[in-house]
């Protein structure tokens, strides 16, 4: 089986990605192959979800919060189907940074 790289809308996944993607897709959908996902996806769309930023300050008192460095969230990537409502998939992003 050759591993690729699958395309989802707009957004390009890593190698990483793909295989994140393909072995959520697989269990589901029963493909056997990564033709068979970049097919699928043809009717997918996807986003990209940013972590949220918020410091301590903001939701806690000032006082209360304690001392923190710069927040790192983890980034997702939701993968819906664009035409019909059907099962949609969140991978974690690649590129963190």
């Given at each position: 089986?050759?591993?690729q790289r699958i395309t989802v809308g707009y957004?390009?996944?890593?190698?990483?990605?793909?295989?994140?993607?393909?072995?959520?897709?697989?269990?589901?959908?029963?493909?056997?192959?990564?033709?068979?996902?970049?097919?699928?996806?043809?009717?997918?769309?996807?986003?990209?979800?940013?972590?949220?930023?918020?410091?301590?300050?903001?939701?806690?008192?000032?006082?209360?919060?304690?001392?923190?460095?710069?927040?790192?969230?983890?980034?997702?990537?939701?993968?819906?189907?664009?035409?019909?409502?059907?099962?949609?998939?969140?991978?974690?992003?690649?590129?963190?940074?």
């Open positions: 089986m050759a591993k957004v390009e996944l890593t190698q990483d990605e793909s295989d994140r993607l393909f072995e959520q897709v697989k269990k589901s959908k029963g493909i056997d192959s990564y033709g068979e996902l970049q097919s699928l996806m043809e009717d997918y769309d996807a986003t990209v979800e940013e972590p949220v930023k918020q410091p301590l300050k903001e939701v806690l008192d000032e006082d209360e919060a304690p001392e923190e460095a710069s927040p790192q969230g983890m980034r997702y990537i939701n993968i819906f189907n664009a035409i019909e409502a059907d099962e949609s998939y969140r991978i974690e992003a690649s590129n963190q940074e």
